[in-house]
Structure formats: C-alpha cells, structure tokens
C-alpha cells in the first residue's frame, strides 16, 4: 500500500502585503464608507474640547494647574496640540481627523505585521489584515473623532513586543499608555508573568515607570492639585449610562418600568434609576475581580502562554473586556481598544469573531445616530444598548473560557500535527 500524499506546503505570508492590505482597506473605510453612512461624520463629538484645550494652551495657559484644570494625562493633552489650527474650529476638526485616519491605518499595518509574525505559515495573517479594517468599519466614524485610536495603536505595538518578547519595550509602551489613558495600566502585570521569575522584572519595571511618570513630572513640580485632579475626575464619575452594570435599569425601563432617567456629569450623561449608586461603588470591586479572573487563568496557563506567542493576544483581550464590561463608565470610543486584540483573537476564533463583531455592530448602531433617542429612552435604542452590553459580557465569558481551556503545557510536536499549535483555530 503506497504513503498517503504529503501535505501541501503552506506559503509564508508576505509582511508588506499584509501590511497594504490592512491599510488601503482602512484608508478605503475611513475615505468612502465613512462619508457615506447615515449620520453626520462629526455627530456628537469631543472634538471641541480638544480643540479648547489647544486653543488655551496656545494662547499661552498652564494645564494640570487648578486654574486650568484637565481630565485627560499629559500625553493626551500633547496629542490635543499636534493638529495645530487652533485659531479655526473647523480646520482643528479636519486636522484632527486626518492624524486619527493616520493613526488607524499604522495601527492596521501594526496588527497586520504581528499575524504575519504569529503565524509565519497560511493565510490566518491575512485574515487577521481583513478583520481590522472590518472592525473600524463596523464600530465607524468614532475612530477619528476622539482620541482612542492612539491607545490602539499603543496596544498593538504592545502585543508586538510580548510576541516577540521584546519585555522592557512593552513595559515601556504600557507606560505611554497610562500616559494617555490611564487604563492600559491593567496590562502591566501580563509583561511581568510573561517575562518569568522576578529576577527579569527590574528593567521592564525600570522602563514603564520612565515612560509613566516622565510625562507627568513637570506638571507635578508646578501643581500636585492639578494632576490629581486628572485621577480624581474619573474616581468620582458616576455609572454611566450605557454602562453594562447598569443594564438591569435599562432593561427594566425597557419592560415599562419607567424608573430611569439621566442627569449631566463629569462630561457625559450619568444614569439616574433604583439602584445606580450600590453598581457604581461595586464597580470598582467587581473590575479587580473581572481582571483577576484573567491573571489567574494567565498564570495557571503561563507556560503554555511563553511557548504560543498566538495565544497572548486572547489574554489582552481578556484583560480590555473585563475592563470594558464592568467599568462604570463605558463610553462607545472604548471599543476602538479591542481592535487590534479582536482582529488577531478573531482569525482563529469563530465565536469571538462573531460575538465581537456583533458587539461593535450594535455600538455602531446605537452612537451616534440614536444617542439622544436613548436619552428619551426610547424602546429601539434601550434595547440596543441592552443586546450590546449582554453581547458584550459574553464576549467577556467566552474569551476567559477560551482561556481557562488552554492546555497547561505547550503540545508535543509530532510527524502528523502541525508544527505550532497557533495554527490552529480556538473554536
């Protein structure tokens, strides 16, 4: 009896087509899709206090003073001052876009780049190069009017350099991102646990908190009051209402409770309803929880973790919707964080493709064009919100199942399996 035919050998993606895959297909997002959806490209938009930000900052005021007071970390407000234009609204605003536009596609070629690096064999690389600029498309105009995108980017260079091992420039990449938006803080830990015992801590830790704390120096030298007030604004912010943990109300409203309403704070609409105030103070709580659940998997998973490269990707994920999911405050732009994550996570995942997907179809949805109905509570965009946020706490599930599943140890290579248990899909 003859050997069976080998199996064909799979080519090597190509980087650099990738990489202009994932960004004409973003720019093709960016410059004809979205001028062309069903609501205006600046509806509802931060833009404006970007720009009042530049504008004083250019007519010569101190932020992160008490009389200049700034909710966002220094690296954001740097962010604030590159379009320039601040003299003209409208210029500031077309400005604005074209460096977020920019940002997006780099943050597609980065994600691009590392799927050809996780997966030096097949077509998954490409796969992953389609699903970004699928994802821009799905959540829309959002990306390029706030800022998020730039810790997006952060993001994807940050799973680049784990992936590579590349330890004390991710730390350092991490430390920018607390920089710019305090939260990719929760990623630190995952540098520690990939990088082994503590001994290999020093110059990760070293780097991050370089780049942490070198951006908010010299404004603590002139106004401790006033860089603390950039951590005290977000401690103090009620739930807000899109909030997963406020889901019960909206779904109660929805069934004809009426028992919610909405008041204004700390930039953006707080709901008011039975029972806000114990899920805003267990939010905190619950966050610590959500997140640790994910180290704790990480960690019972590590070395299965530092051999496949491919599934580090799941665990910042993980680690970005358990933020999401319990946060108290769940601003739509927060989605623009998972992209990278989801695209890498979503070319050999079915469900978390499908789930994600969904989650930033529903967002889309709702934000911008049905945001004031929401507030009306009106039953089309209730029930919006409440099918994405239970889409999202799913997502959340399934990804902590995908990972808990991991086997504890890498796989055996042998004659018949493939060489890299990344090639293989997780569903």
Same mark, same amino acid.
């Given at each position: ?95 604005? !876009? ?8 780099? +943050?597609?070629?980065? +994600? ?21 600029? *699928? ?21 994807? *260079? ?29 990623? =630190? ?49 009620? =739930?807000?209402?899109?909030?997963? =943990?406020? +889901? ?80 108290? *405050? ?14 890498? *996570? ?26 004031? !109905? ?20 799913? +997502? ?32």
């Amino acid at each position: 009896m003859s050997d069976p035919s080998p199996t064909p050998e799979r080519h090597a993606p190509n980087p650099w087509l990738a990489m202009v895959t994932a960004s004409f297909l973003t720019l093709l997002v960016i410059g004809v899709l979205f001028p062309n959806l069903w609501y205006g490209m600046h509806d509802i938009t931060d833009l404006p206090v970007y720009w009042g930000y530049a504008e004083r900052i250019a007519s010569g005021e101190a932020p992160f003073t008490p009389a200049f007071q700034v909710e966002y970390p220094p690296l954001a407000v740097a962010l604030f001052r590159i379009p320039g234009h601040t003299s003209s609204e409208s210029l500031y605003g077309i400005w604005f !876009n074209i460096l977020m536009s920019a940002i997006t596609v780099a +943050t597609g070629a980065v +994600t691009a780049y590392t799927a050809c690096r996780l997966w030096p064999k097949g077509g998954r690389a490409y796969v992953a190069s389609v699903l970004f600029p *699928v994802g821009v498309a799905l959540i829309g105009t959002i990306v390029i009017n706030r800022y998020d995108v730039a810790v997006a980017l952060l993001i994807a *260079v940050f799973i680049l350099c784990i992936t590579q091992r590349w330890y004390t420039a991710a730390a350092f990449v991490i430390g920018m991102g607390f920089a710019l938006k305090i939260t990719p803080l929760a990623l =630190l830990p995952l540098v520690l646990l990939l990088a082994g015992p503590p001994r290999r801590w020093a110059w990760p830790l070293v780097a991050f908190g370089a780049a942490a704390v070198a951006p908010f120096l010299p404004y603590v030298l002139k106004s401790w009051d006033g860089v603390w007030h950039v951590f005290q604004y977000h401690l103090e912010r009620p =739930l807000q209402i899109e909030s997963v =943990l406020g +889901t019960p109300q909206l779904l109660g409203q929805l069934l004809g409770a009426d028992w919610a309403s909405w008041a204004w704070s700390h930039g953006s609409h707080s709901l008011v309803a039975p029972g806000v105030g114990l899920a805003a103070d267990m939010s905190g709580g619950l966050t610590l929880l959500a997140v640790a659940a994910v180290y704790l998997f990480a960690w019972l998973r590590r070395e299965r973790l530092r051999a496949t490269p491919a599934d580090q990707a799941l665990v910042v994920l993980a680690l970005l919707l358990a933020l999401m999911t319990f946060g108290k *405050v769940l601003s739509p732009q927060y989605f623009i964080w998972i992209l990278p994550a989801w695209g890498l *996570v979503a070319a050999r995942d079915r469900w978390v493709a499908v789930l994600g997907g969904l989650t930033l179809a529903l967002t889309h949805a709702e934000f911008p064009a049905l945001y004031w !109905n929401l507030l009306d509570m009106q039953p089309a965009p209730l029930a919006i919100v409440v099918a994405r946020n239970i889409l999202l706490l799913a +997502t959340y599930v399934v990804a902590l199942w995908r990972l808990w599943r991991l086997p504890g140890r890498p796989a055996e290579p042998s004659a018949t399996a493939p060489a890299r248990w990344a090639d293989q899909p997780l569903s």
